[in-house]
């Protein structure tokens, strides 16, 4: 079905199929618990991908499965400062569950660039995973999947204001850095085009506060930092996926 309907997730799958852990992440009762398990199985399996220390060096370079095509290699990351440092900036709860394993928890919030964007681009694959398959869920394993990808969104568009703003130094460290700056755009632009295509199976994939924190990371100094950083213009219309020309 995946090599049918989004063949990127077929690739990894097979990238991944020796990977020892693999059998824990599945349900394999049922077809249609096997669709739904597929979320963690594809995130996780991402995070296997991406973290190998063969292409990952934690804090120093970080690598990310995007496409069948298109993997992003030894993308520059000079460390960093603790994600927890962007809560302040989140000032309602639409993401309440998630900050508090990702940003209140004591060793997951001092994670630094490294652990948003790894956050975030498994969410990006886990996403897809369930999206191409969701006429066969029927339960809530996958029921969070729209919400995480907004949610580790968020946390990358505060980090960079963050970033810009109380660490200026790091700040020109990055931005002078092309390949990272291209991955921020990709990501950014991928979870607008996922968000856009499970958008009908809200409920299932997701709860409705996935499109309140989407709607939050379209606020004005949000769209100007992602601008600002990338050098490029996203489109705020129903392309939302696309930059501007």
Not at 105 to 115: A, H, I, R
Not at 152 to 179: C, F, M, S, T
Not at 220 to 244: M, Q, Y
């Amino acid at each position: 079905m995946y090599k049918r309907r989004w063949p990127s997730g077929q690739k990894l799958a097979v990238a991944q199929a020796g990977d020892k852990y693999w059998s824990q992440f599945v349900n394999t009762r049922s077809f249609e618990g096997f669709a739904e398990s597929m979320m963690v199985a594809i995130h996780e399996e991402t995070h296997m991908w991406d973290l190998d220390p063969s292409r990952t060096r934690w804090d120093v370079h970080i690598a990310a499965w995007i496409n069948a095509s298109q993997q992003a290699t030894t993308v520059p990351l000079h460390g960093g400062f603790p994600r927890r440092e962007i809560l302040p900036l989140i000032t309602d709860k639409y993401s309440d569950s998630m900050d508090g394993i990702y940003l209140r928890d004591s060793q997951q919030g001092s994670y630094k660039l490294q652990g948003v964007l790894a956050e975030l681009n498994a969410g990006l694959m886990g996403l897809p995973a369930v999206t191409v398959v969701q006429e066969y869920i029927k339960g809530v394993g996958a029921s969070n999947a729209r919400d995480i990808a907004a949610t580790n969104l968020r946390y990358l568009l505060l980090y960079l204001r963050v970033a810009k703003d109380k660490h200026p130094d790091y700040w020109a460290q990055i931005k002078g850095e092309p390949k990272l700056r291209e991955l921020v755009l990709t990501e950014f632009l991928r979870t607008a085009y996922w968000l856009e295509k499970s958008a009908p199976y809200t409920g299932k994939l997701g709860s409705p506060d996935a499109d309140r924190i989407t709607a939050t990371n379209y606020a004005p100094a949000n769209i100007a930092i992602l601008e600002e950083f990338t050098g490029a213009t996203v489109r705020r219309d129903t392309d939302k996926h696309c930059t501007s020309a």
